[in-house]
């Protein structure tokens, strides 16, 4: 009713006993609320009630950063490369050296059974190269080839120095550690190296290197680049 009045308005005869029992609802529920409804105004306890009944937990953002990497070795330092064709160089050669296997132990038993070396020389001498170039020089050859060939390249900061990991003669993991100063780049690029560590030819993929960086500075690409004019001078006087 006070807020008809101050609106101006009237109310009709029959609504006031309908305000008034409206109005006694309302204290008596204020009285039964908590302490702290009590002082606040009639139009906020409903929103107050609402808002004890509905409880909020305010959860703060965490984020964990890490500089420790999954690929750090405490002997040979950090993971910067992978070859990619690892298991397909051990397959290779694995067969190979089993197809020489296969063919040392029955080229005896050809031999007693075919009575080859009891014919002519020129048909001993024929298969006796065959046989010993595909027992031998295969084996020998693909192990030329792939002796280089870097299965993972591990790079210790503190020293500057890196770990190259490849496969020896008996298909097990062979470590050559060399530091940046010691790789040699060769004049004239070849099939199957890509740079010199010490007197070892070393072949790479430069595009496996997980970030460019660490390929320049192993190559040396990251230092500073100096020309000297008389050098090249003489080097052209003596042409």
Known sequence: M???AALGCRASPGLKPWLRGS???FLAARERSSPSLRSLPGTLIAATKKEEQIPF??????????????HE??????????????RAVLGVKFFS????????CMMPILLLKTGVGLDSLPLQIA???????????????????????????YHKAE????????????????????????????NISKMFTTFYAKTKSMLVNPLLFQYPQDYSHLMGYDKPFTFDLEEAKNSIEDK
């Not at 965490?62 to 999954?70: A, E, G």
């Not at 070795?73 to 690892?86: D, H, W």
């Not at 050296?97 to 040392?104: A, P």
């Not at 940046?180 to 780049?185: E, G, L, M, S, T």
């Open 97 to 104: 050296y089993s197809t020489s296997m296969f063919s040392g």
């Open 23 to 25: 109005r006694r609802l």
């Open 127 to 153: 298969f006796y190269s065959v046989v010993g170039f595909f027992t031998f020089i295969t084996p020998v050859t693909l192990h030329f080839i792939t002796k280089g060939y870097v299965i993972r390249l």
């Open 2 to 4: 006070p807020l008809l």
């Open 73 to 86: 070795n405490p002997e040979y330092g950090r993971l910067i490369y992978s070859g990619n064709l690892a």
């Open 159 to 186: 020293t500057d120095t890196y770990t190259a990991i490849t496969y020896n003669a008996i298909l097990a993991e062979k470590k050559t550690v060399f530091h940046q100063k010691d790789v040699k780049i060769p």
């Open 57 to 70: 937990c305010h959860v703060k953002a965490l984020c964990c950063f890490s500089t420790s990497s999954r």
